[in-house]
Structures are given as C-alpha cells and as structure tokens.
C-alpha cells in the first residue's frame, strides 16, 4: 500500500542553536527528560533527525513508507532579528531533499513567524518557487496564538495560496508549566508531562480553540488546518464545546464542530489505536482523516501494522494512507 505520512521532522543545526535559548527558558529538564541514552519514547540521536538522505530512505523502506512530508523544528523559537535567513536556509536544505528525492519526500515551509511579514513573504516562496505543500508551526510565538493580530499576514497568505497550515505541539509557557507540571513530581516525570505525555497535546488543542473563537475562520472560511495526534483530544469534546459554548455566545457563523469538521484534517502521528480511528471515523469524515508517522520521535514499524489491523474497507484504508494527502495537498 502506498502511504504518505505528513509528520515527519528533521533538526536544523543553525535553527536549533539559535532557539535554543528560548527553548531552554520554556523547558530547563528537556535535554535529560529526552537524552538518547536515557531509553524513554520519543527521544530519536541527532544525527536521525538531521538525516535527510540515504539513511531516512532506507528506514522508510523498512517501515513501509512511500513519502514523508519533511517539516523542520524549532522556528517559532528563533528571534525576529535572526529568523527569516535562518529559516529560509532551512527550507532551501528541505527543497534540495525533495528535489534529490522527489518520489519520497514532499515538505512543509518553516516559518519565521517572530517576523510576521517576513514569514508571510516565505511561505509565499516556499510554495510558489520551492513546490512545498503548505506549512508547519510549531505553537506559540513570543507566547503568543497565530489569533494574534501580528500573524494575519500569514493567515491571510496561507489561505489565499490555498495550502494547509499543520498546528504542532510546542511546549507550553512557563507560567503553565509551573502551575501544572510542577510541584513534588520527579524532574523526568514532570518535563515528561509537560510535553509529549499530555502538555504538548492540551496547549495545541488550546491553539485551534483560539483560533476558532477568535474569528479566523470566519474571515478565512476556506483555511485548512492539520491536526496531529487523533485530532490534539478535541475529536473527543466536540459535543461538550458546543454546549457549553453555543452560537448565541460565541457570535460566530458556525458551531465549532462545524469548523472542526470543515476546516480540520486529522492524523494519528504514531499513536496507532485501533480504538481511537474507529472513534474518529464516527466523529469527522473518513476524507478528512490522513496518516503521520512523528518520525523519528516515533517509529516508522507500525504503519503497516496499523492499516493491516483496521477494521475497514481496502478503499478507506487507500483514503487514509495516501488519497486524501495527495487531494489536500495536490501532491
């Protein structure tokens, strides 16, 4: 089976070292909570995800992998005065893997969105002279949701070239952290909860309820948003939002189910659940359900698996794996 998987990151080294301070500031116990040689999930060796060539192929000829859709890490964290040559030296090393390896790897723009009109400009070069397939952003800026005033532009510019923004899991801020991952847990445990236990998913879920509230999908009816991780537990409270937040309150044009269903795509971005896709298939249309993998911070071995055990018809499984990417992505 042909499968297109649409979370799939690499490391720059410049775009790293220079978010790193910020990143620390947000996280001071992530490098020992996610040290390789600690053994935990998630935790891939550097010189994985800096791999964009021989090495990468090779494990997703292993796990079954016909295309990963390359995102690179870390560019909400760059400051404004150094972001946008550093991001775009990031995005031309992603169009130079694609071209290299056309037939496996498509990408997403990283965007220096802590310069919001230089980031709405790259995005525009990204798609239009590099063939990428939308963008990727990685939470907050400057602790800051993409409903804030600033990053209009690049809403705006994302909605007019007609491409997918993919929400990621960031860390949340520090105020956040201190007032629920803290206290008398053991340090691994409470960075651990944080991010990818359950930190990460509640602050990108938070996110798409900005968003939504917010407006912007009433002046963008047309935006289309990637969620990982079954939906980042939003699938799961649907009903409850619109309850508790009813059109009579929120004054918008549309139930938020109704956004979550038109303008949401889902993956399951390595959490394999048999439980959770029958969930979701209940929950939004099969055409707006994709595949990710989260390599290498998960592992390519259970794609296969996944769609060998799921209980559907081969059509929908196609869909899954690989239609509706290429429909969402024109790929």
Not at 180 to 193: E, F, N
Not at 240 to 253: C, I, K, N, S, Y
């Amino acid at each position: 089976m042909k499968i297109i998987a649409l979370e799939e990151h690499f490391a720059d080294p410049a775009v790293s070292k220079a978010g790193a301070a910020t990143a620390q500031a947000l996280s001071p116990g992530f490098a020992a909570a996610y040290d390789p040689a600690a053994g935990l999930p998630y935790s891939p060796p550097a010189e994985v995800l800096m791999d964009l060539a021989e090495g990468r192929i090779a494990d997703m000829d292993a796990g079954g992998i016909t295309m990963q859709v390359l995102s690179c890490l870390g560019a909400q964290q760059v400051p404004a005065e150094v972001a946008p040559d550093l991001v775009r030296a990031a995005n031309d090393r992603a169009a130079a893997a694609t071209r290299s390896y056309p037939d496996r790897f498509a990408a997403f723009a990283s965007l220096p969105t802590a310069a919001p009109e230089a980031a709405a400009d790259e995005l525009d070069r990204c798609v239009n002279e590099l063939g990428f397939v939308g963008t990727m952003i990685f939470g907050r800026t400057d602790g800051e949701f993409l409903d804030a005033p600033r990053y209009d532009p690049v809403l705006a510019k994302a909605a007019a070239l007609e491409v997918p923004m993919f929400l990621h899991p960031a860390v949340p801020p520090l105020a956040v952290t201190e007032s629920c991952y803290s206290g008398d847990l053991p340090p691994v445990v409470a960075t651990r909860l944080q991010t990818a236990a359950w930190g990460w998913h509640q602050e990108t879920a938070v996110h798409f309820l900005h968003l939504v509230h917010s407006g912007v999908f009433d002046r963008y009816p047309d935006l289309q948003i990637i969620l990982g991780h079954w939906g980042e537990m939003i699938p799961f409270y649907l009903d409850r939002v619109d309850e508790a937040l009813p059109q009579r309150a929120t004054r918008l044009e549309r139930s938020f189910s109704e956004y979550f269903r038109e303008n949401v795509y889902i993956a399951p971005s390595g959490l394999f659940g048999q439980a959770q896709l029958q969930f979701c298939l209940e929950t939004v249309p099969l055409e707006r359900i994709l595949f990710a993998v989260d390599y290498p911070f998960a592992s390519n071995d259970g794609a296969v698996t996944f769609f060998d055990e799921a209980d559907l018809p081969e059509q929908s499984k196609q869909k899954i794996a690989h239609e509706n990417a290429e429909r969402l992505l024109r790929l």
